[in-house]
């Protein structure tokens, strides 16, 4: 079978890529044909046969403007991934300008919060046990067991505090007619303390008293304290009767791993693979990368050509034979396609987020310098 080869002009209507990504767009079908004398005269039409269709070219050009796009998208993605996770994925990406945002900022901030008990995604759970004479052990554990509580607990505060020292608070001038009657009573503190009648002191006199008090109890007496170890309480001093309860807080150690991952609402990006990016937008793609599409393209119609050539070999003519050049096209694809994603790669490392940054601060820094050079005007009145 005489299978047609490229005879020099070409001409592009829609259906005749294998996915049809971009048919429909005019600047697609203008440079179609294009591209693909483009890729014929580079390796060597008319001079020697370029054994490939008009689709051949047509199919290494959608290629290449996919592989741009993926390039280009997954760079974006990872520039921005942060403030992406949880955007809705119903809405393509491509012509949005990402602002950054807090979110994962605050998701970190949660959990720091959740763990000082001043906030965050994590419950506190209040519980109590009573107090045992001559007990100073208390097993948590077995407490969690008894409550019915399934998994394990983890003990975030205990409320073992020795009475404050305003209740032992007494003022020596109580009684005898040199204070206000009921002083405390008019500052809501009339319950913290046996005095009647009270003198208006400084404040400072307050303060050194409630610390002589606390001074006093840490000193010459068993001061309240305790010690947690894998959930098992010991209290200080060892209590002597049984009225007392002990009150703690405490979290579900299931719920802070449960935590760790929550389920986005129906239809939000969780992941790189979800992220709302589609193929580009041919018409849209500007010189630059239209440069690369059409190198790129290039390399991908030498590795065609390549394979082609490769199933011949050598070709009988009169007296001789012809080698031809297979491997010589399959190494230079190669090597051009690396090259080129390289190079793009490259070009979207400069044009990063972090990378402007840097280059806008080191301009910053240049022209402080420059300025710094310029001299002082002498001012004489």
């Keep these: ?65 996919t592989t741009y796009g993926n390039e280009l998208y997954a760079y974006q993605i ?11 994925t119903t809405t393509p990406l491509n012509n949005s300008i990402i602002t ?12 720091y919060g959740a763990e000082a008990g001043t906030g965050g995604n994590l419950t506190y759970y209040k519980g109590y046990m009573p107090l045992s004479a001559s007990v100073q052990s208390y097993d948590l554990k077995q407490w969690a067991e008894d409550e019915g509580i399934s998994g394990s607990i983890e003990i975030k505060r205990v409320f073992y505090e020795a009475p404050p020292a305003v209740v032992r608070y007494f003022d020596p001038y109580a009684g005898t007619g040199y204070g206000y009657q009921a002083l405390f009573d008019s500052f809501g503190f009339g319950s913290f303390s046996p005095a009647i009648n009270f003198l208006m002191m400084p404040l400072n006199y307050d303060l050194q008293t409630l610390q002589a008090i606390e001074l006093n109890d840490m000193v010459r007496r068993s001061n309240y ?58 018409t849209l793609i500007n010189s630059v990368g239209r440069q690369w599409i059409f190198e790129y393209t290039l390399a991908l119609a030498k590795e065609i050509l390549g394979l082609i050539r490769g199933k011949y070999g050598n070709i009988p003519i009169p007296n001789a034979e012809v080698t031809l050049n297979q491997q010589d096209l399959l190494t230079q694809a190669s090597t051009d396609k690396l090259r080129l994603i390289e190079k793009l790669r490259e070009y979207f490392d400069q044009t990063s987020r972090q990378a402007s940054l840097e280059r806008r601060a080191a301009e910053a820094q240049f022209r402080k310098n420059e300025l710094a050079e310029v001299p002082f005007t002498i001012y004489i009145g």
């Design 78 to 88: 990872r520039d921005n991934q942060l403030d992406l996770i949880g955007i809705s």
């Design 225 to 282: 304290s305790f010690e947690i170890q894998n959930n098992v309480l010991k209290v200080f001093p060892i209590p002597n009767n049984s009225e007392a309860r002990m009150y703690f807080e405490y979290i579900k150690v299931n719920e802070r791993i449960d935590g760790a991952a929550s389920t986005p609402n129906t239809g939000a990006a969780n992941n790189v693979s979800n992220i709302p990016y589609t193929n580009p937008t041919y």
């Design 1 to 65: 079978m005489n299978v047609p080869i490229w005879s020099g002009t070409s001409a592009f209507s829609p259906g005749e890529t294998p996915f049809g990504f971009y048919d429909y767009d005019a600047e697609f079908q203008r440079d179609a044909d294009k591209v693909a004398n483009f890729c014929a005269r580079r390796l060597g039409y008319p001079l020697v046969d370029v054994e490939l269709q008009d689709i051949s070219f047509y199919a290494a050009f959608e290629e290449a403007i």
């Design 100 to 111: 950054p945002s807090l979110q994962s900022v605050i998701r970190l901030s949660q959990q």
